[in-house]
């Protein structure tokens, strides 16, 4: 197809749609205020065909297609009719009527007749008696005694026959709070500490009852708590806990406790000297006590005083004989020690001044000082840390940290880094240029030096020799340990000759005899020695005058006396190195062989004479 005719094809298509209806698109305003927002027009109306447009009667083609596909029409009749037909009631006027009739019943309330006589009620009370009997809930018909419910105090009623589950005293949870992982042993709490293992090991059998005294503040309630967690994980019977401080404003103390210690195993009591003052608490309390004693129950109570300033009750006569450890206050050395350990699990290195800046802060105590752990670590973690001893008294305080007045920066961005690397180093340090970099550097005015070193000449170099080597000999003189000498006693026996005091009468006889008899081997000892000395002298001197008669035979000897002569030195030499101490080693291999000289001599050849052959 030609450009051409596209172009006129397009043209008749314009004119097409110019001579059509122009149809309203513009709905009205639109309802929704989203739409109003987003500049949205009402939704378009839908141009409908002619057979929608027409009702139901203007169309008898569906109508004839209706009835030739579904039948004729059939009227509708509704189970329930609410019409009235023939002056006949409705289903709702019957359902109206019977409503109110019920209202009315409803409403109508039994008359009592006051009886014959004003003031008496219909049994012959009087009306006064009536009232007040049944404002004391007094039973106006009483049942007789057969057909009458029991009393609650009667021992077949149902509270007493049926089994309840007692909640006093209490039971104690496994909790991960107040446990030995939070107990810290020192020398003042270590008797209690090992004492409470002692129960945990062995429940009931051995230290029952136990009762741990001291003041406030050494850690009781702590303990307590921890052996009865430490019980719980490692039996299967139950703990129950009595405080004092509960026990104080209770009248009574509740009647069902036995059945609460039948599967008890540990009985803990804190502070029982609160409730030892008041008689009717302490004697139940006392029978309790006694019953869990009695039952094979470990008791473990504390309290601040002992059993001697207590009243006299059953909770003083048990308690009397019972097994009882201290708990001292802690020292100021063990608490420092702990701080010192628990700020360095907390990541807090403090010093000894640091640590006595807290102690004196927060005192001999140990809440107070695990609170002021905590706040350090806590002003740790948000910056604030302690570097100074003074910074400690400064965050328990609640002070805010004094800021240093900082580099005030003004001028231009310029002005800012020429400051900048004003402040910076001189040099910046490069593995690329030797030396580094240089930035700024500035030359020192230095003063004029006319100080000339001394000339030093060879004899004081010399004498400065000699010195060191006098200094080195005599250092090394003194640092040079002596020999041990024979007779001298082992490290061992040393302690026997270094005892102080006087010996007895008997010992200083076997004494005096040992030294005898160590005095005369010394002697013999001695005397053998120059004896063996004496004898090596006569034998050098004779083995000299030898030598001596050897050499005056060798100027004039032949070949036969010179072979003679060798063996005499080579039996002289032997001779020599016997009596030599030094070469006595070496000739202890030759001993054997020296025994069996060996002498030199001449082959001879041998004459043989035969006779004439025959």
């Known amino acids: 197809m030609s450009i051409e005719r596209t172009n006129r094809l397009k043209v008749a298509l314009q004119k097409a749609k110019a001579n059509l209806p122009n149809k309203d698109h513009s709905a009205s305003e639109n309802r929704s205020h989203l739409g109003r927002l987003l500049d949205k027009p009402s939704s378009l109306e839908k141009d409908r065909s002619l057979l929608a447009t027409q009702p139901i009667p203007e169309r008898p083609i569906i109508d004839a297609i209706s009835k030739e596909t579904l039948g004729e029409d059939v009227e509708y009749i509704p189970k329930l009719n609410l019409r009235k037909e023939n002056n006949a009631q409705s289903n709702a006027e019957i359902v109206a009527l019977r409503l109110k009739n019920m209202r009315e019943r409803v409403r109508i309330e039994p008359e009592t007749p006051l009886g014959t006589r004003v003031g008496f ?30 009393q609650p105090d009667h021992r077949l009623h149902h509270s007493n026959l049926a089994p309840t589950q007692s909640m006093w005293p209490l039971q104690l949870q496994i909790s ?16 209690s500490t090992q004492a409470c293992e002692v129960i945990i090991d062995r429940l009931g059998n051995q230290i029952n009852p136990l009762l741990i005294i001291g003041p406030n503040g050494t850690g009781k309630s702590h303990l307590l708590h921890a052996t009865g967690q430490s019980v719980l994980r490692y039996y299967d019977n ?14 009574a103390l509740p009647k069902d406790w036995h059945e609460a210690l039948a599967n008890t195993g540990l009985l803990l009591i804190d502070d029982l000297h609160l409730v030892s003052e008041n008689e009717d608490i302490s ?40 097994s009882i450890v201290e708990l001292s206050p802690i020292s100021s050395a063990s608490l420092a020690l702990h701080v010192k350990r628990e700020s360095s699990l907390q990541g807090l290195l403090l010093e000894d001044a640091h640590i006595m800046h807290l102690l004196e802060h927060t005192g001999n105590d140990w809440r107070s000082v695990n609170s002021s752990i905590a706040i350090l670590a806590n002003a740790n973690e948000k910056g604030d840390v302690a570097y100074q001893p003074e910074d400690v008294l400064r965050i328990l305080a609640n002070k805010p940290r004094q800021e240093e007045h900082s580099f005030e920066q003004g001028g231009t961005n310029i002005t800012l880094a020429s400051d900048i690397v004003r ?27 006319d100080w000339e070193p001394k000339m030093v000449t060879v004899d004081e170099i010399h004498r400065a020799n000699d010195l060191i080597e006098q200094h080195l000999k005599t250092t090394l003189d003194e640092l040079t340990p002596e020999a041990p000498s024979v007779l001298d006693t082992d490290a061992r026996d040393r302690h026997l000759t270094h005892q102080l005091g006087q010996l007895e009468e008997s010992d200083v006889h076997s004494a005096v005899d040992v030294m005898v008899g160590i005095d005369t081997e010394i002697d013999r000892v001695i005397a053998e020695r120059e004896q063996q000395m004496v004898r090596d002298d006569l034998r050098l001197r004779n083995l000299e005058t030898q030598m001596e008669a050897l ?64």
């Open 121 to 150: 009620s219909v049994d012959g009370k009087p009306l006064w008696a009536s009232i007040i009997d049944e404002q004391r809930q007094y039973s106006s018909h009483s049942l007789n005694d057969d057909i009458a419910p029991l």
């Open 283 to 322: 004697t139940t309390l006392g029978h309790l006590v006694d019953h869990s004693l009695n039952l094979g129950i470990q008791v473990l109570a504390t309290s601040l005083t002992g059993p001697d300033s207590w009243a006299s009750s059953r909770l003083w006569d048990v308690m009397k004989k019972s």
């Open 238 to 251: 139950e703990v129950r806990i009595i405080r004092g401080t509960e026990l104080i404003s209770a009248s």
């Open 176 to 191: 991960e709070k107040k446990t030995f992982k939070q107990w810290r042993v020192y020398g003042e709490n270590k008797a």
């Open 551 to 614: 050499l005056e035979r060798t100027s004039n000897a032949d070949a036969n006396e010179l072979i003679d002569i060798v063996d005499e030195l080579r039996y002289i030499e032997h001779e020599l190195g016997l009596v030599s101490e030094d070469a006595m080693e070496a000739f202890d291999l030759e001993d054997e062989e020296a025994k069996n000289i060996v002498r030199l001599a001449r082959i001879r050849p041998k004459e043989v004479l035969t006779g004439e052959e025959e």
């Open 423 to 449: 402040t910076a180093t001189d040099v910046i340090y490069s593995d690329k240029e030797v030396g580094g970099i240089e930035l700024h550097s500035t030359a020192i005015d230095l003063p004029e030096d």
